[in-house]
């Protein structure tokens, strides 16, 4: 009795030192990242299986809660927890299960052990508002789970293949066969996880459905008439109205099921007919989204209205006008401009420029001749230039004595020499005598006293002489 009391307490003592090193050895490598599907399986490590662990094992949500005891002493305290061989398995994982799993030594000691992530690895379908879902089920399925997304509480069943009484009333509807269903007149209340299970409870088949709205868009313009189209008919809609140019503004509900509501910005403009609503005359606040909400409250469809103001145009004409009127002012510019500048510039000359007179620079001086008695009547000529046409000769009353006459003409009187081809200069009073060239007589005794050409100091004279004054 003594040795079998002894053998056992070895057996237990060897158990103990297994398990005491599977644990350490374990706590020493560290924990797990464990990632799995919702509805799948998680085996746990020999280490912290029974009946080779007998420690206490706890759960933490990561979600936020009390921690829960699991397994204690080799006892499974999670109707979930099946012992394989050599192992532990945790069946139907759902998102409760995601966590920490620790594990508590004779010591006192904790230590974790494994941190598990569910995923969502279900079928994700997307239908709109008022469409119309069908699927196949699965041969073996034996019920059909419902649950909310985004929710954490148990899922509902839809139906149930050995107890049909729990498909009538139901928007969910199974083919009498057992092989489709399908769900009619899609809202938003039917957005969740569609689960079909076996016997067991084992999940075969989960699929995702989110239910969409409508959307369209309309373009006005200022004043005019806008018809907003209700794809669904009906006059007992909700319609809320979000003005575009304000971020997260409500404006407020515009129609209550179905009634009109006091709206300032839109009184004795909106209409409502089965159909749609209409809006007359459009104005540039209305621009915005339109939302129409059902009787329960689930969105059906959204109008984003725009409302475009229209830049006032100019008349061609006047378009025309100011054209012409600018090419005109600019060429007036142009030609004050240039008339000032010309102004300038010939000011500026006459100020810089001295006077020129029109003299040969090859020609020689003018000789100056001097009163000399000539022979009695006698005519000489000065040059041989010999008029085209007869000239007319006055006669001069007799002089007894010669008479100098002195005068100072505004300009020399210039006489080109013989043989020169140049033109003769302007004579002494040349606006009372006739311009046609004649012969030029010398008048003796008259003296013209005259400047040289280019030069205000000379004291030479111009002398013409006559003997036509010496015949008394």
């Not at 057992?178 to 079909?196: M, P, V």
């Not at 004043?223 to 669904?232: G, K, M, P, R, V």
């Not at 103001?309 to 008349?315: F, M």
Request: charged share 25%; hydrophobic share 30%.
């Amino acid at each position: 009795m003594a040795g079998q009391q002894n053998r056992i307490s070895t057996q237990e003592m060897l158990h103990f030192c297994v398990t005491v090193s599977c644990v350490l050895f374990g706590s020493a490598s560290g924990h797990t990242n464990e990632e799995k599907c919702y509805g799948s399986s998680m085996i746990f490590p020999m280490s912290y299986s029974p009946p080779s662990f007998k420690g206490r094992m706890y759960f933490t949500p990561s979600s936020g809660g009390p921690r829960k005891l699991i397994m204690d002493n080799g006892e499974l305290k999670d109707p979930r927890l099946a012992i394989s061989y050599l192992s532990a398995e945790l069946k139907h994982l759902t998102e409760r299960d995601q966590g920490t799993f620790s594990v508590m030594l004779s010591n006192g000691f904790e230590t974790d052990v494994i941190r598990l992530k569910i995923s969502d690895c279900s079928k994700r379908v997307t239908e709109y508002y008022g469409a119309t879902y069908s699927s196949d089920v699965p041969s073996d399925a034996e019920f059909l789970e419902f649950t909310l997304l985004y929710s954490k509480d148990q899922p509902k069943v839809l139906w149930n293949r050995t107890n049909p009484q729990t498909n009538r009333g139901r928007r969910v509807q199974v083919a009498r066969s057992g092989r489709s269903w399908e769900i009619n007149d899609l809202t938003q209340a039917d957005n969740g996880y569609y689960s079909f299970r076996a016997k067991d409870n084992n999940l075969l088949i989960r699929t995702r459905l989110e239910v969409k709205e409508h959307a369209s868009h309309y373009n006005a313009k200022m004043d005019e008439e806008i018809f907003i189209e209700n794809l669904f008919g009906g006059s007992v809609w909700t319609v809320d109205f979000k003005r575009e140019d304000e971020e997260d503004y409500y404006f407020g509900t515009l129609i209550e099921k179905g009634r009109l509501q006091n709206r300032p910005a839109f009184k004795k403009r909106l209409q409502i007919y089965d159909d749609g609503i209409i809006i007359h005359p459009v104005r540039h606040g209305d621009s915005g989204t339109f939302e129409f909400r059902d009787q329960q409250g689930n969105l059906a469809q959204i109008v984003e209205l725009v409302v475009e103001v229209e830049e006032e145009k100019v008349p061609t004409g006047d378009i025309i006008g100011i054209a012409v009127g600018s090419v005109f002012a600019m060429i007036v510019c142009c030609c004050c401009v240039r008339k000032c500048c010309c102004k300038k510039s010939s000011s500026k000359r006459d100020e810089s420029t001295p006077p020129v007179f029109n003299h040969d620079s090859t020609q020689p001086a003018v000789p100056s001749y001097s009163a000399a008695p000539a022979p009695h009547h006698s005519y000489q000529p000065t040059n041989s230039f010999v008029p085209t046409e007869p000239t007319t000769t006055s006669l001069e009353p007799s002089v007894h004595n010669p008479v100098n006459i002195h005068v100072n003409p505004p300009q020399p009187e210039v006489v080109p020499l013989r043989g020169q081809t140049t033109d003769p200069a302007p004579t002494l009073g040349s606006d009372c005598l006739s311009s046609d060239p004649g012969p030029q007589f010398e008048l003796k005794g008259l003296t013209f006293l005259t400047g040289p050409p280019l030069s205000s100091e000379s004291t030479s004279t111009d002398v013409y002489t006559s003997d036509k004054l010496n015949f008394l």
